[in-house]
C-alpha cells in the first residue's frame, strides 16, 4: 500500500480507527490474533552438530574418507589411522572458524524496540512492540526506536535517522503531509517512519500501517532467506582439483591392476600396488594445508584491521573485480565539517577533518588569523550559541554528542578559539526549536552585561527572506539587489561543491521586546553562511587508484543524494571523464538485460532502496564479475549475502550487516579492503605455490610406481613410505609455502576470472614436467643401487625414498616464483628454509633411528650413497631453473 499518498481522515478510515481514541483492546487483540505479532521471522538455524558434519562434506574430504577404508580392509591401518587424522583436524578448524555464522535475522530482531507508547482506548499506555497491529496509534520522540512502519499523522520538528535502512548520511526531517507521487523511494518518504529506525530530534504520533515481515526491515529479511549464498572461486577450483585428482586415482588404480594381472603377477598384490598409487595420486595433506594457509591470512589479516569470518572468503577478495562501496563512514569520514564560510567581507576556506578542532583559515590562498576578521569570528559565535551538539573528549580525540550539522559548526568555532569558556558568558533566555517544516531554530541570549539577541540559524533559502540587513566590516546597512546577488552566488558555488549551507543571522533585541516567532524571525541581520560536507578519508583515494592499477572497478553505492555523491566521487577519483551517475529510480525503470548493458558504465549509484543494491550486484555477477560489496546498514544486508564477498563496517555497522558479512572491517575503511585484496591475492599465490609443490611431488611419486612396474620392476617404494612423503615432508614445506611473502606486482596485475582453472597459468605444465623429472631421478637412483636380492630391494626402496624427498624439498623452492628459483632469495622465507630443515632431519631420523627402519623399511645410508642421491635430487630443479619454464 502506498500509505504515503493518504490524507489523514482517509487513512483512519481505511485502517478502521479514531485517531483521538486509538483501536480498543478488543480490536487490537482481534488484529493480534488475525496478523501475528510484530515480530520478525527467523531463519531456520543451523545445529552445531550440522555445522559440524558440513565440514566433512567437501569432495576432497569424502575422497580420502574413501582411501581410508580402503587403506583398513587392505590391513593398511597406519594409513588409515594417518589420512583420519588429517580429517579430524580439518574438520575441527572449519567448524570452529565458523561456529558464529547465519545468525542475520535473530539480529534483525534486536532492532526492534521492546516497548511502543501507544493510544488505545483513549488512553496512553506502554504496550509490548511485539503486540501493535496495524491502525495503533502511536507516540515517539526523541531517543526512541521506532517500533512498526508507521504513516505520521502529528510531528513537532521531528527528525529519524534512517541510515540503516536507507543508508543516508544525515538524520530526515520528517513531515505530515501527503506525497502526490505515485513512486516514492523509501528514503524520500517524508511522512513515514521505519521499523528499526531512531528519532533523533523532535516528536510526534504515528498510525502503524506495517507490522512484523510487512515491514520495509521485513521485506528484508525476506530478501536475506530468499537470498543464497554462492560458492567462492576457491571453494569452486578446489572442488575441481578434487574432482581431478579422484578421477586420475581411479584410472590409475585400474591401469596398474590390468597391468600386473596381465604381466602375471597376483590380483591381490597388484590391487595393493594400485591402492599404493591412488595414495600417491592423492596429496592427502591438502585440505588441512588450505585451511591452515587460510587461517594464517586471516591472523594477518586481524593485524591489518578486518576480521574474517569465513576462512574461504579472504581469498575470494584476491579476485575480484568489482568494489561496490558504501560512500558514507567508509569512503568518508561520516562527520561533517565546516569546509567554506562566506560574510559580505570574506570568503574562507577552512583545514582540518571532522571533529578534530585543529585547522586553520584561508583567505586567497594566505593563512589568516580570525582576530584580523571579527565578523567571522562573530557569526561562528552565533553559530555555536544557537546551538545544541557538544564535543565530548574520548580518549586522545573529541566525539561528538548530538546532531552532525550543528557538531560542524561547534568545530569550526573552536578553530576560531571559540571554547565552552567563551560561551559562558552568555545565556540562553529562550528558544524556538528547529522545526522540519520551518527549517530555521532561533534562540534568544543575554551577556552579563544583559546585552540581548535573536540568533537563527537555518536554510538559507528560508532565512534570505526574512533578512533586511546585512553585516558588514564598516557598518550594518541595508540588504540590496547587489549583496543578494553575492549571497545567492555563494550558495550556489557551495551547492555544486555538494556542501550543505546553513546561514546564520541575528539581531538586537531590546529587554522589552516579545519573544514571538513573527518578532525575532523578522528584519534579519545576515552574519553569512557555512558550507560543510562529510569529507573523504585521506587514504581512500590513493587505495582507489591502487585498485584501479589492479584491475579493480570501484562503484560508489550510495543513499545519499546524487549531486553529493558525484563531488564525493569526483574528488576521489573514482569516476572518471564518461562514468556514469544513476539515481535508483532509474535503476528501478531498467529490466535485468537494460541493466547489463550499463553497468560497466556506471560508477555512483545514488538514492539507493535495498533493492536496487541487490539488483546491482546480481548485474554485476551477470556480466561475470566478482563482486565485493560493502555496507553498515540493515538495508546492505541483501546485497552483502548476495555478493561473492561481503564487506561490513565493525564501527558503525549493524549487527545484521555483520552476521551477513564473510570480512568485518574494524576501522570502517576502505583503505583496509585494498589491503585485505593484497592479502587476498598473496594466500591465493601462495595456494597455487603449494598445490604445484605437492602435485608435482605426487607426479613423480606415481610414475617413479607406475615405471617401474612398466619395467618389470620391483616396487620402488612402500605405501608407507608414500605417506610419509605426502603427510611429513610434503607437509611442512607446502604449509611454509603458504606464508611466502608476495611477489612485488601483486597489486599490478588483473583479477583472474572466475572461470579461470586452478592450473592456468601454465601451473599444469610445471606440475608435469617437474613431476616428470623427479619421477625419472628417483627411478634412476632405485635402479643404480637395486641388485636383484631380497636384501637389495630394502637398500634400493631407501635410496629411492631418500631421493625422493631430496628432490622435493629442492624442488620447493623453485615453487617460490612463476618465473625462475633463481629469481628470488631463497633466505626471505625463514619459514621454508626452517620446514625443509625439518623435514631433512625427520627423514634422517626415519633412515638411522633402528626401532623405525622395520615400520618404513629403511636401512642405514653411507656418504657415497647421499652423494648420488643430492646430485640427482638437483636436476629436476637447476634444468628448469636454467631453462625458466
Not at 495503533?136 to 531517543?143: F, H, I, P, Q, T
Not at 567563551?422 to 530555521?440: C, N
Not at 625462475?820 to 621454508?832: A, G, I, T
Amino acid at each position: 500500500m502506498k500509505w504515503y499518498q493518504y490524507q489523514t481522515d482517509s487513512l483512519a478510515r481505511k485502517l478502521a480507527v479514531n485517531m483521538k481514541q486509538g483501536l480498543t483492546e478488543q480490536q487490537a487483540a482481534e488484529r493480534l490474533r488475525k496478523f501475528g505479532p510484530n515480530v520478525l521471522e527467523e531463519g531456520q538455524q543451523v545445529k552445531w552438530y550440522m555445522l559440524l558434519f558440513r565440514q566433512f562434506q567437501d569432495f576432497m574430504v569424502l575422497v580420502l574418507l574413501a582411501a581410508t577404508l580402503v587403506s583398513g580392509l587392505l590391513g593398511e591401518y597406519i594409513d588409515a589411522i594417518a589420512i583420519m587424522a588429517i580429517v579430524l583436524v580439518n574438520g575441527i578448524l572449519g567448524f570452529f572458524q565458523e561456529r558464529k555464522a547465519e545468525k542475520s535475522l535473530s539480529k534483525l530482531k534486536e532492532l526492534s524496540a521492546p516497548v511502543a507508547y501507544c493510544l488505545r482506548g483513549n488512553e496512553w499506555k506502554k504496550t509490548p512492540s511485539s503486540e501493535l497491529v496495524v491502525g495503533d496509534v502511536v507516540k515517539v520522540s526523541s531517543g526512541d526506536r521506532i517500533s512498526a512502519d508507521l504513516r505520521l499523522v502529528e510531528v513537532r520538528g521531528l527528525e529519524v535517522e534512517e541510515s540503516a535502512l536507507t543508508g543516508e548520511s544525515l538524520p530526515v526531517a520528517k513531515n505530515n503531509q501527503p506525497l502526490s507521487e505515485e513512486h516514492v523511494e523509501l528514503g524520500d518518504q517524508s511522512n513515514m517512519a521505519f521499523t528499526g529506525t531512531l528519532v533523533t530530534r523532535g516528536n510526534g504520533i504515528g498510525v502503524v500501517v506495517g507490522t512484523g515481515m510487512d515491514t520495509a526491515m521485513g521485506q528484508i529479511a525476506s530478501m536475506l532467506v530468499s537470498t543464497e549464498r554462492i560458492p567462492t572461486p576457491l571453494e569452486r577450483k578446489l572442488e575441481e582439483l578434487g574432482k581431478i585428482l579422484i578421477v586420475t586415482a581411479l584410472l590409475l588404480t585400474l591401469f596398474v591392476v590390468v597391468i600386473g594381472v596381465l604381466q602375471g603377477h597376483p590380483i591381490y598384490q597388484m590391487f595393493l600396488a594400485g591402492v599404493s598409487l591412488a595414495v600417491a595420486a592423492i596429496p592427502e595433506g591438502l585440505p588441512a594445508i588450505v585451511t591452515v594457509a587460510l587461517s594464517l591470512g586471516v591472523q594477518r589479516m586481524i593485524k591489518k584491521k578486518a576480521i574474517v569470518r569465513k576462512l574461504s572468503a579472504v581469498e575470494t577478495l584476491g579476485c575480484a573485480s568489482v568494489i561496490c562501496s558504501d560512500k558514507t563512514g567508509t569512503m568518508t569520514e561520516n562527520q561533517m565539517t565546516v569546509k567554506h564560510i562566506f560574510t559580505m567581507d570574506d570568503a574562507l576556506y577552512v583545514t582540518g577533518e571532522g571533529y578534530d578542532v585543529s585547522g586553520s583559515f584561508f583567505d586567497n590562498g594566505n593563512e589568516i588569523e580570525l582576530s584580523q576578521l571579527p565578523d567571522v569570528r562573530n557569526m561562528l559565535l552565533y553559530g555555536n550559541l544557537c546551538n545544541h551538539a557538544k564535543l565530548v573528549k574520548k580518549d586522545d580525540a573529541f566525539a561528538l554528542d548530538g546532531d552532525p550539522t550543528e557538531g560542524a559548526i561547534v568545530v569550526a568555532g573552536r578553530k576560531a578559539r571559540i571554547d565552552e569558556q567563551t560561551l559562558s558568558g552568555w545565556t540562553i533566555i529562550h528558544e524556538i526549536p528547529f522545526d522540519s517544516d520551518r527549517k530555521r531554530m532561533t534562540v534568544v541570549v543575554e551577556d552579563n552585561h544583559g546585552k540581548r539577541l535573536s540568533i537563527t540559524k537555518g536554510a538559507p533559502d528560508v532565512l534570505l527572506p526574512r533578512t533586511s540587513m546585512v553585516k558588514t566590516v564598516a557598518r550594518v546597512k541595508p540588504m540590496q539587489k547587489k549583496e543578494e546577488q553575492a549571497i545567492s552566488s555563494s550558495i550556489s558555488s557551495m551547492a555544486d561543491e555538494a556542501l550543505r549551507t546553513i546561514a546564520i543571522c541575528y539581531k538586537p533585541l531590546s529587554n522589552t521586546e516579545d519573544f514571538t516567532d513573527y518578532t525575532l524571525e523578522k528584519d534579519l541581520i545576515f552574519a553569512g553562511v557555512v558550507g560543510m560536507i562529510d569529507p573523504p578519508r585521506k587514504e581512500v583515494k590513493a587505495a582507489i587508484s591502487e585498485c584501479r592499477a589492479a584491475g579493480i572497478k570501484t562503484v560508489m553505492i550510495t543513499g545519499d543524494h546524487a549531486k553529493t555523491a558525484e563531488a564525493i566521487a569526483k574528488q576521489l577519483e573514482l569516476i572518471p571523464d564518461k562514468g556514469l551517475v544513476m539515481e535508483g529510480s532509474q535503476v528501478s525503470n531498467l529490466s535485468d538485460d537494460q541493466l547489463d548493458d550499463l553497468i560497466d558504465d556506471i560508477y555512483v549509484f545514488a538514492r539507493v532502496t535495498p533493492q536496487h543494491k541487490l539488483k546491482i550486484v546480481q548485474s554485476f555477477q551477470r556480466k561475470g564479475h566478482v563482486v565485493a560489496m560493502t555496507g553498515d546498514g540493515v538495508n546492505d544486508a541483501p546485497a552483502i549475502k548476495a555478493s561473492d564477498i561481503g564487506v561490513s563496517m565493525g564501527r558503525s555497522g549493524t549487527d545484521v550487516a555483520k552476521e551477513s558479512s564473510s570480512l568485518i572491517l574494524l576501522d570502517d575503511n576502505f583503505a583496509t579492503i585494498k589491503a585485505a585484496i593484497h592479502e587476498g591475492r598473496n594466500i591465493y599465490d601462495n595456494i597455487r605455490k603449494f598445490i604445484r609443490y605437492l602435485l608435482a611431488s605426487n607426479v613423480g611419486e606415481i610414475l617413479v610406481m607406475l615405471f617401474a612396474m612398466l619395467l618389470a620392476l620391483p616396487l620402488p617404494l612402500v605405501p608407507v613410505q608414500i605417506l610419509w612423503v605426502n603427510l611429513v615432508t610434503d607437509g611442512l614445506p607446502a604449509m611454509a609455502l603458504g606464508l611466502d611473502q608476495s611477489e612485488g606486482d601483486v597489486l599490478k596485475r588483473a583479477p583472474r576470472k572466475p572461470t579461470e582453472g586452478i592450473f592456468s597459468r601454465g601451473l599444469g605444465f610445471k606440475i608435469i614436467s617437474r613431476g616428470i623429472l623427479i619421477g625419472i631421478v628417483t627411478l634412476m637412483a632405485f635402479i643404480w643401487a637395486y641388485d636383484g636380492t631380497t636384501e637389495g630391494l630394502v637398500y634400493a626402496q631407501t635410496v629411492a625414498f631418500s631421493t625422493l624427498v631430496m628432490a622435493q624439498l629442492i624442488h620447493v623452492f623453485d615453487c617460490r616464483s612463476e618465473k625462475s628459483v633463481f629469481s628470488r632469495n631463497p633466505f626471505q622465507n625463514l619459514y621454508l628454509v626452517g620446514a625443509v630443515v625439518s623435514s631433512v632431519l625427520l627423514l634422517l631420523v626415519v633412515l638411522y633411528y633402528e626401532p623405525l627402519q622395520p615400520v618404513f623399511h629403511t636401512t642405514d645410508l653411507v656418504l657415497y650413497d647421499w652423494g648420488m642421491i643430492l646430485a640427482l635430487s638437483a636436476v629436476p630443479t637447476l634444468f628448469f631453473g636454467f631453462t625458466k619454464k
